[in-house]
């Protein structure tokens, strides 16, 4: 087994969940131990963009769904108040609690659900689809979980994870509600969150011993549980060690918050997490070192709103600089598609070579125009 050594790192506590999982075919007496079995089943679940989405039955109503974000970066679970009326009548106030009885996902039944109230519509309008809640990482606690990426798949289980699998590391100790590992970053230690509520890829502190290809520049906002955070991105001139593979001069984030890894470099994995015995079985689904494309765009930083994406950036010398594209103006539509319509479609961080334009439908003082704007590479 590899032990990772730890670090202090300022913790940014985003969800507590008092839940317990457990399987239709366990005696009823064992379901407040959590999930009992020894063979696998797989949650059902789907993918809008980079996150992993739930649907959960309240009482077994299928009249009463509940869609949820599965985060294992989230200490508790999370929903929002308009939710919980939907589905129970019940007029719940902001940060207040909330106690379902059983909620399930196909076969799997999870008993006694606490969650915290919280108004998640921001979280909503930047997925482009609409949520009830965040699916907190200690439901899982007493199970297997493995969140499959390349396949596709989320799976639950019994049973435990062998610590002497050359695979199997380490989780720190330190906060055992949320998986925390350590990677290397030119022999250094880093102590990350394994965040799948993220779609960003390595997010770091500042600090003045790393060497840059590209030095940080304002490109990206991120979405948290409660407000928008600002946040530079650049490559490293480093190579970093996570779990069983190598990252050559990785994109990152810098942030002041919590240091992570989320689903932009995750999606590459076999992710099977044992909580009860703090290990994490990394399998790396590629070959030869993680390899990051560049970072196109246009040079717009947004700020999803309820009429559309308010540019709160604009990146100086950028193709969006170049059309006097400003502060403050609101794109409605992304080649003609009203972005209040892209059902899960990102924009900005997952545009490829093939983008080489797009035709943005921008509003300013309640006057629209389409103008084309170019997409390049931001960070090579």
């Given at each position: 087994m590899q032990t990772p050594r730890q670090t202090s790192i300022r913790l940014l506590v985003t969800t507590l969940?008092?839940?317990?999982?457990?399987?239709?075919?366990?005696?009823?007496?064992?379901?407040a131990g959590g999930i009992h079995a020894s063979g696998e089943r797989v949650l059902l679940s789907r993918r809008c963009g980079r996150h992993i989405?739930?649907?959960?039955?309240?009482?077994?109503?299928?009249?009463?769904?509940?869609?949820?974000?599965?985060?294992?970066?989230?200490?508790?679970?999370?929903?929002?108040?308009?939710?919980?009326?939907?589905?129970s009548g019940q007029h719940l106030e902001k940060n207040k609690w909330v106690n379902f009885e059983k909620l399930t996902v196909g076969k799997v039944a999870f008993?006694?659900?606490?969650?915290?109230?919280?108004?998640?519509?921001?979280?909503?309008?930047?997925?482009?689809?609409?949520?009830?809640?965040?699916?907190?990482?200690?439901?899982?606690?007493?199970?297997?979980?493995?969140?499959?990426?390349?396949?596709?798949?989320?799976?639950?289980?019994?049973?435990?994870?062998?610590?002497?699998?050359?695979?199997?590391?380490?989780l720190s100790s330190r906060n055992i509600s949320r998986p925390w590992i350590t990677l290397q970053i030119a022999g250094r230690s880093r102590t990350v969150l394994i965040d799948s509520g993220s779609g960003s890829g390595l997010v770091l502190n500042r600090s003045n011993s790393y060497s840059w290809l590209t030095p940080p520049l304002p490109v990206r906002s991120s979405m948290r549980i409660n407000r928008l955070q600002l946040r530079e991105m650049g490559r490293l001139d480093d190579h970093v060690v996570?779990?069983?593979?190598?990252?050559?001069?990785?994109?990152?984030?810098?942030?002041?918050?919590?240091q992570l890894v989320g689903t932009a470099i995750l999606e590459e994995f076999v992710l099977t997490f044992d909580q009860k015995n703090?290990?994490?079985?990394?399998?790396?689904?590629?070959?030869?070192?993680?390899?990051?494309?560049?970072?196109r765009g246009t040079g717009l930083v947004f700020n999803p709103t309820h009429a559309g994406l308010e540019v709160v950036r604009v990146l100086k010398g950028?193709?969006?600089?170049?059309?006097?594209?400003?502060?403050?103006?609101?794109?409605?539509?992304?080649?003609?598609?009203?972005?209040?319509?892209?059902?899960?479609?990102?924009?900005?961080?997952?545009?490829?070579?093939?983008d080489r334009e797009l035709v943005l439908t921008i509003t300013h003082k309640n006057?629209?125009?389409?103008?084309?704007v170019d997409v390049v590479d931001i960070i090579p």
């Open positions: 969940a008092a839940l317990a999982i457990a399987l239709p075919a366990a005696p009823a007496a064992a379901r989405l739930v649907d959960m039955t309240v009482g077994g109503d299928p009249d009463k769904i509940l869609t949820m974000i599965l985060d294992t970066g989230a200490s508790y679970t999370v929903i929002d108040p308009d939710s919980v009326y939907r589905v008993h006694k659900v606490r969650a915290r109230g919280s108004n998640l519509d921001h979280i909503s309008r930047a997925l482009g689809y609409p949520v009830d809640g965040i699916l907190g990482f200690p439901a899982f606690a007493g199970t297997l979980l493995t969140l499959d990426y390349p396949a596709g798949e989320v799976r639950v289980g019994g049973g435990q994870l062998n610590p002497d699998d050359p695979d199997v590391f380490e996570f779990g069983p593979t190598e990252i050559l001069h990785p994109l990152v984030e810098i942030t002041n918050a919590t703090h290990l994490l079985r990394m399998q790396y689904a590629g070959d030869g070192p993680m390899v990051q494309d560049a970072l950028s193709p969006a600089a170049r059309v006097k594209l400003r502060k403050g103006d609101l794109v409605t539509a992304i080649n003609g598609r009203p972005v209040l319509e892209r059902e899960c479609g990102g924009f900005g961080h997952r545009l490829t070579d093939q006057v629209s125009r389409d103008i084309l």
